[in-house]
C-alpha cells in the first residue's frame, strides 16, 4: 500500500523526536504505533475506496384534484347591487280636514283599487253641502224674477212706456242674478267633492303600510299622512353600472338580448328571478361615473320587497364556445394569473393564462388554455412546476393542506 506524502511527515514527525533524545521505551515502541497507524490509514482508504455516491432524494407525486378545461356557451355578464323599489308608490292623506271615523283595512293588508281605506267625519261637509244647495235655490230664484221684469221691461220700452235705462236696469240685473247662479253650482260642486272626500279609497291594487293615526284623531287637509300604499306585483329593482358598459348595454337592448336576473345573496340556491331592462337614465352621475337602469320584474309569489338590497347580473349576451375553468383553478402570480396543467406523463406545468371574466364559479379564459386540457383545482400547494401529481377523487383535510413549495408565477417555488 501506498502511503502518501502527508502521513510520511506526521510518521516523522511522530516518531523523530523520540528517537533523537535516545529514549529507549520510545525506540521499542515506536514500530508498534508506526504498525497501529499503518492499519488506521488502510482502514480508512478501504472506507473511502468502497464508499458510494448516494442518489438524490426523489420527491413522491403530489395528490390534487383536476378537472378537464370544457368548451361552452356562457353569458356575457356586469355585476351589479340593486335595490327594490315598488313599481308604485304614494303616501296617502286626505283632502279634506276633520276627525278620522273609521280604517277599513288592517295593517300591511292588500287591497284593491277603489277599495275604502279611511272616513273622515261626514257631518260638516254634509251641512256645508246644504247650504251651498239653499243658495243656489235663492240666487235661481232672483235670477227668474229679474229675467222676467227684464222681458216686462223691455216690451214696454218698445211701446215707449217707460225710459231705457230702467229697462236696461233689469236686463242688467237677470245677467248678475244669471252669474251668482253659476257661482252656486260650482260651490254645491265644491261641498260635493268635499263631502266624497271624507270617504278615502285606495288609488290602484297595492299594498298598505302601516298606520300614520289612529280613529278619534283630527287630520288635517293635505298634510296628515295616513299610510302608504305600494304597488309590488310588479316591482322593479334600481341599480347602477359604470358609463363603459353604456354603449353595449343600449346595443344589446336594440337587439332584445339584454336580460336581468337577480338573487338575495351571491351563494343563493333557490331560483333565480328574471326581469326585463324598461329603464336607461337620461344623464350620467358625474360624481361617481355610473349611469342607472331599471329592471321590471313580475313579483307575482312577492319574492321581492320594496327596499331589500339585491345581487344583480345584467346579462348582454351568450358567447358561444368559451373555454371555462374552474374559478378555483386560477391562481393568482407575481406575473399575472395562471392555472397548473397536468400534462399527459403526469407532469405539472405552470401555465399563464387571460381570464375574460368570471361568472359564478367558473373563469372564461381568453387566452393561454384550450378545451380538454386537464388543470388542477385543489392541492396546488404540493405541486412543483415539471414534478408528478397523481389525481384523486378527494383529498383529506391533512393532504390538501400539506405541502412544502407553491409555485410562483417566475416558474420557481416559494417554500
Not at 293615526?213 to 310588479?234: C, F, M
Not at 307575482?300 to 375553468?325: C, E, K, M
Not at 406545468?349 to 383545482?377: F, H, N, Q, W, Y
Not at 408528478?388 to 377523487?393: C, L, M, P
Amino acid at each position: 500500500m501506498k502511503i502518501h506524502g502527508d502521513m510520511r511527515r506526521y510518521v516523522r514527525k511522530d516518531l523523530n523526536p523520540r528517537l533523537k533524545h535516545g529514549d529507549k521505551d520510545s525506540r521499542s515502541r515506536g514500530p508498534d504505533r508506526l504498525a497501529a497507524l499503518l492499519v488506521g490509514i488502510l482502514f480508512l482508504s478501504t472506507a473511502a475506496a468502497c464508499k458510494k455516491e448516494e442518489p438524490p432524494m426523489a420527491f413522491p407525486p403530489a395528490a390534487v384534484l383536476a378537472v378537464k378545461a370544457v368548451q361552452k356557451d356562457m353569458p356575457v355578464v356586469i355585476p351589479a347591487i340593486g335595490t327594490v323599489e315598488a313599481s308604485r308608490s304614494v303616501g296617502i292623506t286626505s283632502r279634506v280636514g276633520g276627525q278620522l271615523l273609521a280604517i277599513h283595512f288592517k295593517e300591511g293588508q292588500d287591497v284593491r283599487e277603489g277599495q275604502p281605506l279611511f272616513t273622515i267625519d261626514p257631518a260638516p261637509y254634509r251641512e256645508k253641502l246644504r247650504q251651498a244647495e239653499g243658495k243656489r235655490a235663492r240666487d235661481v230664484a232672483q235670477f227668474r224674477y229679474n229675467q222676467e221684469e227684464a222681458k216686462r221691461y223691455a216690451f214696454l220700452f218698445e211701446k215707449g212706456a217707460v225710459a231705457k235705462s230702467e229697462a236696461e236696469k233689469y236686463s242688467t240685473d237677470a245677467a248678475s242674478y244669471e252669474a251668482a247662479v253659476k257661482s252656486s253650482e260650482a260651490e254645491v260642486e265644491q261641498a260635493r267633492l268635499d263631502l266624497a272626500y271624507c270617504d278615502i279609497s285606495a288609488p290602484f291594487t297595492g299594498r298598505t303600510g302601516a298606520y300614520g293615526i289612529n280613529v278619534g284623531a283630527l287630520v288635517r287637509a293635505n298634510d296628515t299622512p295616513l299610510t302608504t300604499l305600494n304597488r309590488i306585483a310588479p316591482v322593479h329593482v334600481k341599480f347602477s353600472v359604470p358609463e363603459k358598459y353604456l354603449p353595449d348595454v343600449k346595443r344589446y337592448r336594440a337587439a332584445g338580448h339584454v336580460q336581468i336576473k337577480v338573487s338575495p345573496s351571491a351563494d343563493f340556491k333557490g331560483e333565480v328571478r328574471t326581469g326585463k331592462l324598461v329603464f336607461i337614465d337620461n344623464s350620467i352621475d358625474v360624481s361617481t361615473g355610473m349611469i342607472q337602469l331599471k329592471a321590471e320584474f313580475p313579483n307575482s309569489d312577492r319574492f321581492l320587497w320594496p327596499g331589500q338590497f339585491i345581487n344583480v347580473v345584467l346579462q348582454l349576451t351568450v358567447q358561444s364556445n368559451a373555454v371555462v375553468v374552474p374559478l378555483r383553478s386560477v391562481q393568482a402570480g407575481e406575473k399575472g394569473s395562471f392555472v397548473l396543467v397536468v400534462k399527459p406523463d403526469m407532469t405539472a406545468e405552470m401555465r399563464p393564462v387571460v381570464v375574460d371574466r368570471s361568472v359564478a364559479e367558473e373563469s372564461v379564459i381568453a387566452k393561454g388554455l384550450t378545451a380538454g386540457e386537464t388543470v388542477v383545482t385543489d392541492g396546488h400547494l404540493k405541486v412543483r412546476p415539471g414534478g408528478h401529481v397523481e389525481i384523486r377523487d378527494h383529498l383529506g383535510a391533512a393532504a390538501a393542506n400539506a405541502g412544502g413549495a407553491t409555485p410562483t408565477a417566475a416558474g420557481g417555488v416559494k417554500p
